[in-house]
């Protein structure tokens, strides 16, 4: 902001000894404050959950050992975290994008579910497939399907302008409703006693992992996600439009910039990386359609992009934090401690993030007179 | 400081700087009581910066003021409503969800706890009879139309008791109409022996309604005088300052076809009023035209039209006798028409991005600045450093952001991207608006560079100095027309000043008949 600092000045009143305490506004925060800030807020959200533990009865340094141990500090618990981080790593690649634009799509979670919808299509439609064709064509249906959930929401913006956070943010219910229609009704497993479960897709329609763990190539799908994005956006003449458009508009319709065709292909491209990670879970994890893909990973994908600066190697990086946090947040229950615990850490840690970033903004000044 | 009789204000050696501006230097500035004073004046001239000091927004750097005979402090507007000086500002600060009478009482110390809402709506609906000004006290502000909300904003005024009403620029958002019940309120409050300070540029509503002018130049008073005492020639001329000697080498306008040529072109303003009424104007290759006139007559509204930003509803534009009217902005843009638009950083770059992102911003497209779908970068650097070392613009390295760039330098990377380009025409909108001396030297020399290459240039200014300096040719809007365009051998600042303020050129409609 280059507008003149807003200033709120407390006059110290005892007697005696004047100086003022400001409150301004920095004209630049120091480049130095996007390093510390993320380890700040970490910090202090540790801190936070801690004062929570210690006031239900728990030792916090007992839990967060455990919570530690058990996810980086065992073969198990490093597999199950790049388990979780999948989903988490490309669902977060696909709305930063959007972000990037500023286009607030919150649609990741409802993209994520259609995605995992027409890959379920494929699987089960056409059975016969070898893997090598079968995995593509379940990719190709779910970017597909992830694309369209998303151009849904971001059509009538392109043409209308009407708010793109409440539509993808509808849409949402929308998709995982269409799922459920599913495996409660035409695909439900005979064989599975009711649950509503489709059946278990053909061999060739499930992801390859690596050696004997559960992570599958969707954490591959991931990386280069993140790094296709990045490239994609410093280097190309299609991300230099994205940069421009979501830094000022006004200067893109300047410089002779199509917005709409730019919002309805970011938004295409945003969720069809989302559709690719449900995808993943049903053909990676689950290997079949159930009613519940994702456990709000398109909601926990949009803190991870904020938390990230939308940087995708800082994606990268907090993904893995977050697919940490969750598996913690299971093997705390063992010892019966709440799994909400991760939970509670994972809302903090971006309202300590969103806090500190603000405070970077402004500067103290103790001013004698 | 002597005091004189009648005066109820009285601003004497007010000097008040900001980085980079002198706006107002060793004002003395006095109005009587009962009179209407005009405060006359281009735009950066200093008057609003001058009452914003008299309303306690600002406080000046050096000075004193005298209310009532007494000298005051004036802290905060607060003061000054106490001290009897209220002012309307041009953008009123209603709040849009409250009623008209809960705008008036808002922000007032009494009364402390109750508000008896009946009673200050039947106060306030005898204010705006006794004074003509027709309102609802129970209306909320939304609902009003700008000139209803102008009045609340008075009743506001009085209601606070002010002795000293300041409007800037009161007229800037009325109907003719409703100008005419304006000035009727402006003499009943004049009756009733309120003084009224109206900021104005423009030449006719001087006449019309004050008792004395007082003309700020470039900062500092030109003239005070009895309205009477003066004719709005005179006005004209002490308002934009003497006539500069051209330094234009000889007209180099080949007799050829125009460059650029506007017929009748109309079109609508973001509120959708009338903004651009039948305008036709031609500029040929190796000229100057420029375009005079207040801002917000047009100006705008006409270069966005050209650039493809905005839609014409009748006429045509032709760029060497192709069609352009209304084709896409990147169409212009091939077609050959660069332009310098008037919001440097909100339009023409993306502050956050760096200096390198900045130059390409028009050229990422073409085939030097690009290998398949990527952007070459080196190219964009090199492209990047030759501008920067060829228009001399200072900065912290091309990858630094745009935004850290001095309002010069800016405009020179600017200008200088626009240029690289080798366009047909160039618009440049207010190229040295803001900028100091040396900057503003270095743009215009850059401009009659062009042109002597032949680039054929449309000049948009408010600086009637600088345009006369600049132009070939000169044309004036006021209200979104045309009122005349005049050769160098033609105008006189006189006759511009007033075909700006909207009086019509008899001079040159009776050569016409």
């Known amino acids: 902001m280059s507008e003149p600092t807003a200033t709120c000045e407390k006059k110290d009143t005892v007697p005696g000894r004047s100086f003022r305490i400001r409150i301004e506004k920095r004209l630049e925060t120091p480049a130095w404050w996007n390093a510390v800030t993320p380890v700040i807020s970490i910090a202090l959200a540790l801190l936070f959950g801690a004062i929570f533990l210690k006031l239900t009865g728990y030792s916090p340094i007992t839990v967060y050992k455990i919570m530690f141990k058990d996810t980086f500090g065992t073969r198990y618990g490093i597999t199950e975290t790049l388990v979780k981080a999948s989903p988490l790593l490309l669902s977060a690649v696909g709305v930063s994008m959007a972000f990037r634009m500023q286009l607030w799509n919150i649609g990741g979670e409802g993209q994520i579910y259609m995605g995992a919808l027409a890959a379920s299509w494929v699987a089960l439609t056409f059975t016969g497939l070898p893997k090598y064709i079968m995995v593509p064509a379940m990719m190709i249906a779910a970017a597909a399907a992830g694309g369209i959930w998303a151009f849904l929401g971001s059509a009538p913006r392109a043409i209308w302008g009407v708010n793109e956070i409440l539509t993808t943010l509808m849409l949402n219910y929308v998709a995982i409703f269409w799922v459920e229609y599913f495996v409660y009704g035409p695909w439900r497993d005979p064989t599975a006693f009711l649950f509503p479960l489709s059946p278990v897709f053909p061999k060739a329609a499930w992801l390859p992992t690596f050696g004997n763990t559960r992570i599958h190539w969707g954490l591959i799908f991931g990386i280069i996600a993140a790094l296709g994005v990045g490239l994609l956006l410093s280097r190309t003449k299609w991300g230099y439009e994205i940069r421009v458009i979501g830094e000022n508009p006004s200067a893109a319709r300047y410089s002779g910039m199509n917005i709409s065709r730019n919002i309805i292909l970011v938004m295409l491209l945003s969720g069809a990386i989302s559709g690719i990670a449900g995808m993943c879970e049903v053909s990676g994890i689950i290997h079949r359609l159930q009613a519940q893909v994702s456990t709000g990973y398109g909601y926990t994908a949009i803190i991870i992009a904020f938390l990230a600066k939308l940087h995708p190697i800082g994606i990268i990086i907090v993904s893995l934090l977050f697919g940490g946090l969750l598996v913690a947040g299971y093997s705390v229950q063992i010892y019966g401690i709440p799994a909400d615990i991760a939970t509670m850490l994972q809302g903090s840690l971006l309202f300590f993030v969103l806090g500190v970033e603000a405070l970077a903004q402004y500067r103290i000044r103790v001013i004698r007179n | ?513």
């Open chain 2, 1 to 513: 400081m002597p005091q004189e009789d009648g005066n109820i204000v009285e601003m004497h050696g007010i000097t008040k700087r900001f980085p980079g501006v002198l706006a107002n230097e060793n004002v003395t500035f006095c109005v009587r009581s009962g009179e209407i004073h005009a405060l006359l004046g281009e735009n950066g001239a200093g008057k609003s910066t001058l009452m914003n000091i008299l309303s306690g927004l600002y406080k000046p750097d050096e000075g004193e003021i005298f209310v009532k005979g007494k000298r005051i402090q004036i802290g905060s507007p607060r003061h000054a409503i106490e001290a009897g000086i209220g002012m309307v500002h041009q953008h009123f600060r209603l709040v849009e969800n409250f009623s008209v009478a809960e705008n008036i009482t808002l922000g007032m110390s009494t009364p402390r706890f109750l508000l008896d809402m009946a009673a200050i709506e039947d106060e306030v609906l005898a204010l705006s009879k006794e004074y003509g000004l027709q309102l609802d006290p129970k209306a909320q502000i939304w609902q009003l139309s700008v000139g209803e909300q102008q009045r609340v904003e008075i009743v506001k005024m009085l209601y606070r008791r002010a002795d000293v009403l300041i409007l800037d620029e009161p007229t800037a958002v009325l109907t003719p109409q409703e100008t005419r019940e304006l000035f009727a309120t402006l003499e009943r409050m004049k009756e009733t022996g309120r003084s009224i300070i109206f900021i104005t540029h423009k030449l006719e509503e001087v006449m019309q309604v004050a008792d004395r002018v007082t003309v700020l130049r470039a900062g500092r008073v030109a003239a005070t005088a009895d309205k009477t005492d003066v004719t709005s020639r005179q006005l004209a001329s002490l308002m934009v300052g003497k006539e500069y000697s051209p330094t234009l080498p000889g007209k180099t306008a080949l007799e050829t076809a125009p460059v650029l040529t506007l017929s009748d072109v109309t079109a609508y303003g973001d509120r959708g009023t009338v903004a651009l009424d039948g305008v036709s104007l031609e500029v040929k290759a190796g000229e100057i035209l420029g375009i005079a006139g207040v801002a917000g007559n047009g100006q705008r509204e006409l270069t966005e039209v050209i650039t493809g930003l905005r839609k014409t509803t009748s006429g045509t534009i032709s760029l060497l006798g192709q069609d352009i009217t209304n084709r896409t902005p990147l169409e212009v843009i091939n077609s050959g028409v660069s332009f310098v638009p008037e919001d440097r950083y909100g339009t023409g770059m993306a502050p956050n991005l760096s200096l390198v992102d900045n130059v390409i911003l028009k050229s990422y497209r073409t085939r030097i600045m690009c290998k398949g779908p990527f952007i070459n970068y080196d190219a964009a650097r090199r492209q990047t450093q030759g501008l920067v070392e060829q228009f001399q613009v200072k900065c912290a390295g091309i990858y630094s952001r745009a935004r850290l760039l001095s309002g010069g330098n800016a405009q020179k990377l600017l200008l200088g991207r626009e240029i690289s380009s080798d366009p047909k025409l160039l618009i440049a909108a207010y190229p040295t608006r803001g900028l100091d001396i040396g900057a503003a030297e270095a743009i215009r020399s850059i401009l009659i560079n062009q042109r002597n290459q032949g680039i054929a240039i449309l000049l948009i200014s408010e600086d009637l100095e600088e345009l006369m300096r600049l132009s070939d040719r000169i044309a004036i809007m006021y209200e979104g027309k045309i009122m005349g365009t005049l050769d160098r051998d033609e105008w006189d600042i006189e006759r511009i000043g007033l075909l700006m303020a909207g009086v019509r050129d008899v001079q040159h409609e009776e050569a016409l008949t």
